[in-house]
């Protein structure tokens, strides 16, 4: 009896060591957030503007995001926080997703942009002759785990 609770225990210890980890080396590792008057060009020169909000339907208490997104044709900005997770994604979607179901609805006719390693606020820049009115949303992914973080709609 003794040796199977010391195996489940360190069974239990393991497993939540994994899960600390995955949640906690991506913080370790982000990047630093843009400087703030870059953030600034960009929002000065934004042709669209849109908002991260945590309450979506897809978002919970491990995948949110918040802020204000700026859309240049050459660049976006983001001023606001992420939830930490691993290998985010920053996509353009053509219709407006809240959730997992929605986006991988589209995620075929979305562009992926960047990837996004810091989680208070980013700055990317745009792939060269990208048609903003194509798309109407700006959506964070998170690709090793299929997971829907958030979206902002910018028009």
């Known amino acids: 009896m003794r040796r199977l609770f010391l195996l489940l225990s360190h069974i239990m210890v393991f ?11 991506p913080l370790l590792i982000a990047e630093k957030p843009p400087l703030p008057t870059a953030v600034l060009d960009v929002e000065r020169s934004a042709s669209f503007r849109g908002e991260f ?11 949110w995001g918040e802020g204000e997104v700026f859309v240049t044709p050459k660049a976006i900005a983001h001023r606001g926080r992420l939830s930490p997770g691993p290998d985010y994604k920053l996509y353009l979607a053509p219709d407006f997703v809240e959730d997992e179901a929605s986006f991988l609805a589209v995620k075929e006719k979305s562009l992926r942009i960047a990837d996004v390693k810091g989680f208070s606020g980013f700055l990317v820049s745009l792939p060269e002759g990208t048609d903003l009115n194509a798309y109407n949303t700006v959506v964070i992914w998170c690709e090793g785990f299929g997971e829907f973080i958030s979206a902002a709609k910018y028009r």
């Open 53 to 63: 909000r945590p309450n979506l339907r897809g978002s919970d208490l491990l995948h």
């Open 15 to 25: 497993v939540a060591g994994i899960g600390l980890g995955i949640y906690l080396l």
